[in-house]
């Protein structure tokens, strides 16, 4: 089964065509043919599929997304906290000195890079084993931990993308160091915020201040533990 994280601001849900386009590209990948036939329908159907779930359009939800191989979907809508929606855009366009900032460790396994880090699924057991490795054991800690492939590079955060200052410019990892092609990532790199470069484990600075991306939660304020 394929997934895909959204948030409801009534309405907008944010970056909808880049989920949509998320879960197709998996679909496609693990050759999910009823899967793919039926994510292909246009974005305005794919939208009034999630409207029928939501409880109450006057509050933000978050939404996970699960398509089986035979194209049958549900929608699991869960109560959020409202965030600050500036927080949504990417960090050029807003200044928020009042965001919390997260802890961001680094992880002490390496991870192989597969298709089921590329793609978005429900294969999560890297991602909750580097989690727990990390010491974060609730969903509310404001933390995370970036994977590793056994090269050394870093491929993404367990829930997040990763943007770290390199000469005055933002970078993230690009997606053949193993990690998935986020919607906020596609985001950050259409509207210029950042570039791909690979970055190395071995380069952070305990200390150093990164930002850190996803669809639930938009932009967030991190900063580097280096154990």
Same mark, same amino acid.
């Given at each position: 089964? *394929?997934?895909?994280? +959204?948030?409801?601001?009534?309405?907008?849900?944010?970056? +909808?065509?880049? *989920?949509?386009?998320?879960?197709?590209?998996?679909?496609?990948?693990?050759?999910?043919?009823?899967?793919?036939?039926?994510?292909?329908?246009?974005?305005?159907?794919?939208e009034?599929? +999630?409207?029928?779930?939501?409880?109450?359009r006057?509050?933000?939800?978050?939404?996970?997304?699960?398509?089986n191989?035979r194209?049958?979907?549900?929608?699991e809508?869960?109560?959020?906290?409202?965030?600050?929606?500036? =927080?949504?855009?990417?960090? =050029?366009?807003h !200044?928020?000195?009042s965001?919390?900032?997260?802890?961001?460790?680094?992880? !002490?396994? =390496?991870?192989?890079?597969s298709?089921?880090? !590329?793609?978005?699924?429900?294969?999560?057991?890297?991602?909750?084993?580097?989690?727990?490795?990390?010491?974060?054991?609730?969903? !509310?800690?404001?933390?995370?931990?970036?994977?590793?492939?056994?090269?050394?590079?870093?491929?993404?955060? =367990?829930?997040?993308?990763?943007?770290?200052?390199?000469?005055?410019?933002?970078?993230?990892?690009?997606?053949?160091?193993?990690?998935?092609?986020?919607?906020?990532?596609?985001?950050? +790199?259409?509207?210029?915020?950042?570039?791909? *470069?690979?970055i190395?484990?071995?380069?952070?600075?305990?200390?150093?201040?990164?930002?850190?991306?996803?669809?639930?939660?938009?932009?967030?304020?991190?900063?580097?533990?280096?154990?």
């Amino acid at each position: 089964m *394929h997934r895909a994280i +959204l948030i409801l601001t009534n309405p907008p849900y944010y970056l +909808l065509a880049y *989920h949509q386009d998320r879960l197709i590209a998996a679909a496609a990948k693990f050759e999910w043919e009823g899967a793919l036939n039926w994510l292909q329908q246009d974005v305005q159907g794919f939208e009034e599929f +999630l409207d029928t779930s939501i409880p109450d359009r006057s509050k933000p939800w978050r939404l996970r997304i699960v398509v089986n191989s035979r194209g049958k979907a549900r929608v699991e809508a869960n109560p959020t906290a409202s965030i600050d929606l500036m =927080s949504l855009f990417i960090p =050029s366009l807003h !200044t928020n000195a009042s965001l919390s900032i997260w802890r961001v460790y680094i992880d !002490t396994q =390496s991870t192989n890079p597969s298709d089921f880090t !590329t793609h978005k699924t429900t294969a999560r057991d890297d991602y909750t084993s580097a989690r727990l490795r990390a010491g974060i054991n609730s969903p !509310t800690d404001l933390a995370e931990v970036l994977i590793v492939n056994p090269d050394g590079k870093i491929m993404e955060g =367990s829930i997040t993308t990763p943007y770290f200052l390199r000469d005055h410019m933002w970078i993230t990892p690009p997606l053949s160091s193993g990690g998935n092609a986020g919607t906020t990532r596609r985001y950050a +790199l259409s509207q210029g915020f950042c570039l791909e *470069h690979t970055i190395s484990r071995d380069e952070l600075v305990d200390g150093e201040l990164c930002w850190l991306s996803n669809g639930v939660r938009g932009f967030i304020r991190g900063q580097v533990i280096a154990k």
